[in-house]
Every structure is written in C-alpha cells, then in structure tokens.
C-alpha cells in the first residue's frame, strides 16, 4: 500500500476549510455500491490501516468483537435496503460547515472561493490550506474519506434537515467501517448506538456506551470485555439521534460528548441542524461537520423524471400552492419538498386531484395510500410471481385500517415515552400497561398462574395464596429475559461456564450450610447439614450452568426470539434438573440413616421402595427450578402483559404477524427480530395522531 500523500499532511495543523462549497453527491457511493469496486474497497482499507493499525493486545476479545461486527454489518444492510431514499438513489450533496464544531472559516478574500453554477451538480468538494489556493476534492469520494482526512481524524457531526438523509449517510459510513474492519482484523470495532437511550445526566459517555453494549450484545460483566475496548481505544462509537433528546438534554449530552471526545480518539454524532443549533452549544471537540443540502430544482425535477413522476415536477411549475412546498416555513427552515424523504413519499401520493399542503397532511396521504385495499390488492398481484409469503392469507384478512392506525400510534406512543428506536417484542414491559385497571389485571393474572404453578409444588390452596402474593410483588417488576441457551462449546463458553459454576458452587455450599444448620435444629445437625450441603451443591451446579449459558452473544434474529428461548431455557433446565432432583429426594433416607446411626444398606432399600414417590417429587423440583431460575418467569410474565394489552385492544392478538404486515405496507421496517418505523417522522407522526381502537372487521370503507 502506498504511503499517504505528503501534500495531504502538510501545515495540518492550519488547515481551513470553506463551508461555502457543494461537496459530494452520495447517491451510488456511500450506500451498498462499495463492494461493487475494487477501487473504493482499496481506499477504505487504506483509511483503516492509516488510522487503526493493528492492535493484538490481550485485553480485546477479537473473535467476539468479529462477531458483533458480522451481525452489525447484516443489519446495516438491511436498514440501508428497507430505506425509502435508498430504494430510490436520490442523489444528495453534502456541504462541510467547520463552524459547526467551532472551528474558523478560512476568512482571507484573496483565498475566497465561489463555485460555478455548472459545477453544482458535480458537487465538487473544496479544501483550503494556509497559503494555497483552494483544492477541489473528487465528486466521488466516500464519506469514510472524508472522516478518515488528516485535519478531521475520525471526530465528525453529520447535519440535516428531518428527513434529508443524516441516518443513511450513518449507515452508509458504518457499512464502510464494518467493512474495512472486517477485511483488516484487529484494527477497529465501529459500533452504531441510539443516543435517544442515554437517560441519565450525571452518566458519562463512556459509561452509557459500555452498558449500550451489554445491553444489546449480552456477555459476563465480569470480563470487563466492552471495557477493554474503551480502554485500548478500538471502539469506534458512531452515535445517532442527539436531537430525539429534547433540548434539555441535548445540552447536557453535547457537554458529556464534548468530554468524552476530548480524549478519545474517534466519534460521530449525527443531529438535526434545527435542534443543533437552537441548543447553541458546538460539539467542539469534534474536528469537523458535514451537512446534507437541501434539493436543488436541478434535482428534483431529474429525479421525477426518471421514476416516470413529470405531472408532479410540472405542477410545482404552475401552481403558487405547490411552489409554496419549495419554500422555507416559520417552522421548517428548508422546503418541504426539498427534503429527499418527503419528496419520495410525494412523488407516491402525488394525485392532482387531492393535492397535500403540508407535511402533516403528506404523511397522511401516505399511510392512506399505504393501507388502502387497492394498493394492498395491487402488491400482491405485483410480486405474486415472486411466490412470496404475506403476514395474512388474502386482504380480506388483513387488520381494519382503523385498527392499523390505532395499534402502530399505540406501539409509536411507548417507544417515545420510553426513548426507544427499535421495538422488540421481547423488551416490553409491565410499565407499558396504561392504567390502574390494566396493572391490577396484569398481576393477578400472574399471580394465578404463578399459584398454580406452587399449587403443584407446595399443595393448591398454600400454591394459591402464595401465588397471589407472589403476582403482586414479582408482577411490578421488569421482565428479564433468560435467553441464550446458544449450546456451543467455544473456549470462550467453556471458559465462562466454568467461571460460572465454579461462583456458583461456592454460593450453593454457603446456602446449603446456612439452611443446613437450621434443618439441623429441627432434624438433627448432621442430616440437616449433610442434607442442605447436597441441596446446595445441586442448586449451585444448576445454576452455574444457567449463568454459564447465559454468557454467550446476544444475536436477535427473529421476532420475539428473546421470550421463546426463555422458554426453550425453562425446558432445558427442567430437564437437566430432574435427574438431580429425583437424586436429592432418593439420598435423603441414606443421610438420615446415617445421621442415626443406621446401616446405609437400610437407607438404600428405604430409597429404593420410595422411589416411585421420588420421580414424582423430583418432578416438581424440576419444574421449581425451571420456573424461577430458568426463564419461566419471564415467559409467564410476557404471556400475561400481552394478554392484557390485547384484551384491552392496545395491541393484536398475532403481534408478530401484524409487525410483518406493518413492514409490507412499508411503514415498518424488520431487521433480524427488532421492527423500526421507516423514518422518525413517521413514528412521530403516528404517535402524535394515535386514534382510539375499532372493533375489528373486514370491511374495507
């Protein structure tokens, strides 16, 4: 590879740059087309060699890092194809505003550049440095380019308007890192976060970032793994959505950000221009900001020529309402139909019969559009050859479109109220519940079940009551998931099993010895600790193999996969545990014997006569263990909470079949097993115009 060019690097640290200049058309680029040249493969692995050298410290976990990465890049991929601008290549130039970050223009008038109209779709890039004249950078550069130039060095803030591209281009840098990563081992981890879920003021970056980690990707806290990476600097945080704060926070998150980039090396933070300015707070340990542009006429009109759109370019042309859509409003600083999201959706709707005059009512017209039985009946006949399976047989089984509206602006209310972007099923929880009633109705529920379960175990009416008690205090709590019975006998699993049990052994001793000791009070000291030492034992091997399994990836590839392997974790605990249970129950007359004094043949024929009874108490053992340690709760409380949220109508019966009908009429998008709508405007949208729930029919009005 040949060294980077010593004109690039030189006088760096007076480098200017012009904010005044169109830069980049990103359309075909930045966005899945990499891969396709050899050429652009070449320069992202450069960038990465030049600014992440290989790094083989023993305190990064390379092989679980690759993991992640693997499942980053089919998710960024999937997000980038499910994008409403992406479907289309809208072209969109890019222009660097230094001052953004605090960082001076470059304010000498000899140096001043301005460029041609003719240049403007070429949306040449400009660099300005101390004693030059300016240089024009390639139209075609990728963004991985310009995060990885010398005088920007991986601390980069992306701009727009709502709706201009910010989260695409994101994802499009990603891709590039992932990529170039990938390709050169053990040099960097680029990582997408969600800054809308950073809830506590007094938390650092760093701290936030290491538990976002966890949260997403699971793994033993004790290895200190994500940690590590902090610490050896290859964590690559590119973080989205510091406008979805709200300005109180957002302030306070930039001065943490700023913290935080002051001594780390790489970061990229992507922001609404509007909110970013209003807080009036820079991000000024970043090195430089880029800004996605408003469309230009040029654009717009090439644009709705080639989807075969002309009526709509020509009535921007002749109506004075239309062309008002081009304009700038009290509230919107760029035209709506300047913005690439908006003018996609218009160029659907468009109908000159039934013209839209805001943004608002835009939005409308195209969930209208989306969830009419036209278009739905259109769909299917379009991409019937395609032999694809549908969320529901025939349209006549599709949801009401009233009961559409209500349930996608519930799910778009909840994911606001709980600073979420994505929606697993699995996350929901009982704070999800409306009201009084619903909470009441969830815990008693819970606590039926719950006594049924000890009515089993401990007897009807003692299961019963305890149950109910049990609802009420378990059933206020958060769901948590027991979910990665991924068998697999990696080192890194054995390792971790082995820690596991071995913590687990040591607290099971020290349990059986306290309960020992009482048994011993009450039986005799000797049963009663030989007794609680077995019993300690066992719980302690069952539960480190719990915890053991529990330590491997998270990887969320199918829709509610969270809750069904908490149930497939409830069977394999039942199972390995009934062996050990029957064993628990069957050695009980051989310690008693022993305890009095009696030969242990005598233990062992009073065992063998008991053994019947003993199956079927080991059976019930079983069944204890695998509802409170193996994610039996957890199955039980989420069965519960979508009982309710559906009796009530907040949610369908078949989530997971509407979600995939939501992703058909493309107002959701699905990656693996998380669901996100296709833009925020669009969960905003829906959570701001949440209608109440109709009884279902299929009668489309």
Not at 67 to 83: A, F, M, N, V, W
Not at 274 to 290: C, S
Not at 568 to 578: E, K, L
């Amino acid at each position: 590879m040949p060294p980077p060019d010593p004109a690039q690097r030189q006088q760096i640290d007076q480098t200017r740059i012009t904010d005044s200049q169109v830069q980049q058309t990103q359309g075909g680029q930045n966005t899945l087309s990499f891969q396709n040249s050899h050429h652009n493969q070449t320069t992202i692995q450069n960038v990465i060699v030049q600014w992440f050298a290989p790094k083989s410290q023993s305190q990064v976990d390379w092989r679980w890092a690759r993991r992640i990465l693997e499942e980053q890049q089919t998710e960024i991929y999937g997000r980038l194809k499910y994008t409403l601008m992406q479907q289309q290549q809208l072209q969109v130039d890019l222009q660097e505003q230094p001052q953004q970050v605090g960082l001076l223009q470059w304010d000498n008038p000899a140096l001043e550049f301005t460029a041609p109209e003719s240049v403007e779709l070429e949306a040449a890039q400009e660099l300005l440095i101390a004693g030059q004249a300016p240089e024009p950078l390639p139209a075609d550069k990728l963004l991985i380019e310009v995060f990885g130039r010398p005088d920007i060095k991986g601390k980069l803030l992306i701009l727009g308007a709502p709706g201009a591209g910010k989260t695409t281009q994101l994802l499009s840098l990603a891709e590039q890192l992932i990529f170039g990563a990938l390709q050169t081992p053990e040099t960097s981890i680029p990582i997408i976060f969600e800054l809308s879920t950073w809830k506590d003021d007094r938390q650092s970056i760093q701290d936030w970032l290491v538990e976002q980690l966890y949260d997403n990707y699971g793994g033993d806290r004790q290895l200190k793994r994500y940690e590590g990476w902090l610490d050896q600097r290859v964590l690559l945080p590119l973080m989205d959505g510091l406008d979805e704060l709200g300005l109180e926070r957002q302030i306070k998150c930039v001065h943490k950000l700023n913290e935080f980039a002051k001594h780390y090396p790489q970061a990229v933070v992507c922001c609404r221009t509007k909110e970013y300015e209003t807080a009036a707070v820079r991000l000024d340990t970043l090195r430089g900001a880029v800004c996605l542009q408003p469309l230009s006429d040029a654009q717009i009109q090439d644009y709705l020529t080639r989807i075969n759109r002309s009526p709509l370019w020509e009535a921007l042309q002749v109506s004075p309402e239309m062309q008002r859509l081009l304009e700038p409003q009290p509230d919107e600083a760029v035209g709506l139909l300047r913005v690439p999201l908006f003018l996609t959706m218009a160029a659907r709707v468009y109908d000159p019969r039934q013209p839209f005059e805001n943004k608002a009512d835009l939005l409308e017209k195209y969930i209208d559009r989306q969830l009419s039985i036209d278009t739905r009946r259109s769909d299917r006949r379009r991409k019937e050859v395609q032999k694809r399976s549908w969320a529901y047989k025939t349209p006549e089984r599709e949801p009401d479109w009233r009961d559409t509206r209500h349930w996608l602006g519930w799910l778009a209310q909840k994911l606001e109220e709980n600073h979420q972007v994505d929606l697993l099923i699995e996350v929901m929880q009982p704070s999800w519940l409306d009201n009084p009633t619903q909470r009441r109705a969830y815990r008693l529920i819970f606590g039926l079940i719950g006594g049924l379960i000890g009515g089993l175990i401990f007897g009807l009416i003692g299961g019963l009551i305890g149950g109910l008690i049990f609802g009420l205090i378990v059933g206020r709590s958060k769901i948590d998931l027991v979910e990665a019975f991924e068998i697999s006998m990696s080192h890194e699993v054995r390792r971790e099993i082995v820690r596991s049990l071995r913590q687990n052994l040591i607290f099971g001793l020290i349990g059986g010895l306290i309960f020992g000791l009482i048994g011993g009070l009450i039986f005799g000291l000797i049963f009663g600790l030989i007794g609680g030492l077995i019993f300690g034992l066992i719980f302690g091997l069952i539960g480190g193999l719990i915890e053991g399994f529990k330590k491997d990836l998270k990887l969320q590839s199918q829709p509610n996969q969270g809750i069904w392997n908490s149930l497939q974790s409830m069977v394999f605990t039942a199972v390995f545990s009934y062996p050990l249970g029957i064993f628990s129950i069957a050695s009980q007359p051989v310690i008693r014997a022993i305890a009095q004094g009696e030969s242990i043949g005598q233990g062992v024929a009073i065992a063998a006569e008991s053994l019947p009874s003993s199956l079927l108490s080991g059976a019930f053992m079983a069944l204890f263990f695998a509802f409170s340690s193996g994610g039996g709760v957890a199955f039980v409380q989420h069965f519960c909470l979508r009982f309710v949220l559906a009796r009530s109508g907040a949610i369908p019966w078949n989530l997971v079949a509407f979600l995939n009908y939501g992703v058909e009429r493309r107002l959701l998008q699905r990656i693996g097993g998380r669901y996100r709508f296709i833009h925020r405007e669009l969960l905003t949208h829906f959570a701001q115009s949440a209608v109440s729930p109709q009884p279902l029919n299929r009668v489309e009005k």
